[in-house]
């Protein structure tokens, strides 16, 4: 059914950059807004940026604007998030989520940021 699965995901510098990517199937990618949470160690999950389904808005949580940047592509069934200027608090457990008849998650890929 609806798979997700999140990667590129690492230790990283404040300051550094890292681009993560979600590969989706089991349903039809273009018809679905896409969107990306994080779960750090103690902090509940939060929501951190959305995408329409055709790639036409997108948005972030308040912490990560002008940061980080959701784009999609539908051909290859792909949603990306390229988060720019890492600060230690992005670490976290990072998930592509969607919503299809009910929520779904991949299994999050770790991003660490620490010198």
């Known amino acids: 059914q609806v798979q997700l699965v999140e990667s590129g995901g690492g230790l990283v510098q404040p300051g550094g950059s890292l681009r993560l990517s979600c590969a989706a199937s089991?349903?039809?990618?273009?018809?679905?807004?896409m969107s990306w949470y994080r779960q750090a160690p103690g902090r509940e999950r939060e929501w951190v940026a959305r995408?329409?389904?055709?790639?036409?808005?997108?948005n972030y949580v308040d912490s990560v604007k002008g940061r980080f940047t959701v784009s999609r592509d539908n051909a290859k069934n792909l949603v990306y998030l390229q988060m720019n200027n890492l600060k230690p608090e992005d670490t976290a457990v990072y998930y592509c989520s969607v919503f299809v008849l009910s929520r779904h998650w991949g299994q999050g890929t770790q991003v660490t940021v620490s010198s």
């Open positions: 089991g349903f039809t990618f273009s018809n679905y807004a």
């Open positions: 995408i329409t389904s055709g790639g036409e808005n997108t």
